[in-house]
């Protein structure tokens, strides 16, 4: 018996106008879509005149419901996952069953389309060149800190979603562990009231004290300055001489070219100083 294939299938995530042509034909035309909330799906299917039979598919049932899904796939239907809006996979139990395709060779393929954290990051007037996608936070403060603290030294500019009853208290958790950094605030993407609010975080605290935030937002938030992360870690080295730091990174596993061109980085030396000093100590 041929396998079925599993269809990733991204869905509008504001305007239906978004919806594509190949995303109308494949949930057209598989045996079962799979979805967060079977209601959430079947209104955006009336609109678009598909009927096909719905099955739920989220974080407290994925366990068992996946291997029902793959269990079907391998049985020969095809089945198509969609989440309540945009693309399935990204930070949903999808990636779970997507996962478990891979354990038992089944096909997947997608249909791309909407990702909320895309439209938010090219909106945002932030570099775009590299980024990082964290998701949403933890709702308990230690776990959502140690999140921050992860993430506060890399340079990349980083993407969070957040829920509007949520947005202050992360916005001041931010602000004490990042300092204040550049952020563009996105809500209501693609929506009649779209808006991008391009601020600071110490302004964007002061805005939403005194005015209750409404929809759902992604936040992108500017990576720590390369310089001032070169200057920090260069001070951590104070109180050792460039010889010893050399050796240190050595005895951390790394070899001397790379421990030599990495000093030389972290203390704005040239390479050929920081070896010929390097070089004279051990003669």
Request: proline share 4%; aromatic share 6%.
């Amino acid at each position: 018996m041929e396998k079925g294939i599993l269809y990733l299938c991204a869905t509008p995530i504001g305007n239906l106008s978004d919806m594509s042509k190949r995303t109308i034909e494949v949930l057209s035309e598989v045996d079962i879509i799979a979805c967060e909330d079977t209601r959430n799906t079947r209104k955006l299917l009336t609109h678009f005149n598909i009927s096909k039979p719905l099955t739920s598919y989220h974080e407290h049932n994925k366990a068992e419901k996946g291997e029902e899904l793959t269990n079907m796939i391998l049985e020969g239907k095809n089945i198509a996952l969609v989440s309540d809006a945009g693309t399935p996979a990204i930070s949903d139990p999808g990636e779970d069953l997507v996962r478990l395709c891979a354990m038992k060779d089944i096909t997947v393929t997608s249909i791309p389309g909407p990702a909320a954290f895309v439209n938010a990051l090219i909106l945002s007037g932030l570099p775009t060149g590299r980024f990082s996608f964290e998701g949403f936070l933890s709702v308990n403060k230690k776990n959502r800190n140690i999140h921050l603290n992860e993430v506060k030294n890399d340079t990349r500019t980083l993407i969070f979603h957040e829920a509007p009853h949520k947005l202050l208290r992360t916005l001041k958790d931010m602000l004490e562990v990042f300092g204040d950094r550049r952020i563009a605030l996105c809500r209501e993407l693609t929506k009649m009231f779209e808006e991008i609010k391009r601020t600071t975080l110490s302004e964007a605290v002061e805005f939403y004290e005194n005015n209750p935030p409404k929809g759902e937002f992604v936040l992108v938030i500017e990576g720590e300055k390369r310089e001032k992360l070169i200057e920090d870690m260069a001070k951590e080295y104070d109180d050792i001489s460039i010889e010893d730091h050399v050796d240190k990174l050595i005895s951390e596993g790394m070899v001397k070219k790379e421990a030599i061109k990495q000093v030389a980085t972290l203390r704005n030396m040239k390479k050929s100083d920081v070896y010929n000093l390097y070089e004279k100590k051990n003669d």
